[in-house]
């Protein structure tokens, strides 16, 4: 699909979607396609339920007076309460509306809003960023598709005053979904087709964005002492791999400062290992590298938009499987740290991957913070359910500014506590730590984290546990079911408010 921005005026063909206010109040548009039309929309809208609600959609089909083939109301509500994520919604649900309707193109006509959160232009950008984000579809092994019910929608234009304002803006904001789309293209790949090499080699793309990529092998890893996540990937016929995604957008004084590091968990197929996962539902373990793929996106994202920051993604990727290789319940393991884990159970393998993960990365780039991103446990969907990330840290400042990008743009995190009587669980009476708890089912994620945090020194550190949030089942306006990209936004927000040009 591609987005213009132009300053307002009545399109000639096409698709024409105007703005009804709250209780029925006529946008300055609207009621000069009122006029235009004989009254039609106020006869439309004394035929229905359309209150102007923000959600409220009305459409009219070929009105007298316009050469527009259809005019499709929208309610926003009270304007003044209207914030970037709304306009969002707006523009993924219109997408989702006229995508597969005949309709080719729309003008989405946007009259000033003096909301208090977002100014008009930049609420043009955010409608046409949603719907790019509402747009996307992961349609690549499907051979038999039906021309029917593929989509006519091909053109957006929003117009507002001051559009060259808001093309600039949706210029940055096309970048981040740039990365968003990347994160869901990985996420969404079965197993078969996207494993360690093959999900490095889609790193290694991104150096014609000036990413700078590095790739370890098995042997390197091994001399690295990476014993933690080897033994995850030793029963796999595929072998692990290590990438590293330097970007260094930072300039002048900054050019040297230490880089905010990403860290991402890449399970490519998660069966369990020996302690195997019961087959229904296994297929959703193609996900497990939604972590790394987060971090893929943001790499992108940030690139992409030649982000001010140094910034360093490394992802640890492997396929957990059982094999005459694999690792055994009760192995002990020596990880980069040289803390020694004994693995109670194979399927408790993310926490072994990102151990050597973030240990390399805060020894090598001594980082700003640390930020890492797993598919880390069934606990975490069954405390937040597909609402909100877990997020666990050592750093109350980091925490803070995580809870408000997340607000902002919609991708929620919610903080859990960590404490000594947590991490106690993950001591082994025969090795310095064991991969679960000695609590049973209680407090799954807290654990993990505590078995993470194990691996991380003095550095401010988040850990942000995103089983629930990677994929969905659920088609939402700017979020179709599938690989959601969730967290590249968020990240993305993050890094923006508080290291670009501080
Ligand atoms: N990849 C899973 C966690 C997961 C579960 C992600 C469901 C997405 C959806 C992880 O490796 C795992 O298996 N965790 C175990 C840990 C347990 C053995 C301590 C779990 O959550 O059951
Ligand atoms: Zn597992
Ligand atoms: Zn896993």
Known sequence: MKFAFSEISLPKRGSLAVAIYADN????????????????????LE???FKGKKGDFLEIMAPNGLEVSRVILFGLGEVEKLGQTDMETL?????????????????????????????????????AAGAMMGSYRFQKYKTDIDDAKEPTLTRMTVSCKGSATARKAFADQEALVEGVFLTRDLVSEPANTLYPQSFADRCLELTDMG??????????????????????????????????????????????????????????????????KPGPGMEEMKWDMGGAGTVTGLMKALAGRKAKVNVVGVIGLVENMPDGNAQRPGDI????????????????????????????????????????????????????GHENAGLFSNSDELSEQIFEAGKAVGEGVWRFPLSDAYAKQTKSPIADLQNIGTGGRGAGSIVAAEFLQKFVNDVPWVHLDIA??????????????????????LLDKFVRDNYEGK
């Open 25 to 44: 109040a006529f946008s300055p548009t609207a009621e000069d396609v009122d006029k235009k039309t004989g009254g039609a929309l106020t006869r439309a």
């Open 211 to 276: 990413v700078h990529v590095e790739i370890l092998d098995e042997a390197k890893m091994e001399r690295l002492g990476m014993g933690a996540l080897l033994g995850v990937g030793q029963g796999s016929r595929r072998d692990s791999r290590m990438v590293i995604m330097q970007w260094n957008g930072a300039t002048g004084k900054k050019a040297n400062r230490k880089p905010l590091a990403f860290v991402g968990k890449g399970v490519c197929f998660d069966t369990g290992g020996i302690s195997l």
């Open 47 to 49: 035929t229905s339920r």
């Open 91 to 127: 523009g993924g649900s219109l997408v989702k509306r006229l995508n597969t309707s005949g309709a080719r193109s729309v003008t989405v006509i946007l009259d000033e809003l003096n909301a208090d959160e977002i100014k008009t232009n930049e609420a043009a950008a955010s409608v």
């Open 468 to 489: 629930g949030m990677a994929w969905s089942k659920a088609d939402k306006p700017t979020v179709p079911k599938g690989g959601t990209g969730y967290g590249v936004r």
């Open 333 to 384: 393991v020596t990880s980069m740290s040289g803390q020694t884990i004994e693995i109670l159970n194979t399927d408790a393998e993310g926490r072994l991957v990102l151990a050597d993960a973030l240990w390399y990365t805060q020894d090598r780039f001594k980082p700003e913070f640390m930020v890492d991103l797993a598919t880390l446990t069934g606990a975490i969907i069954i405390a937040l």
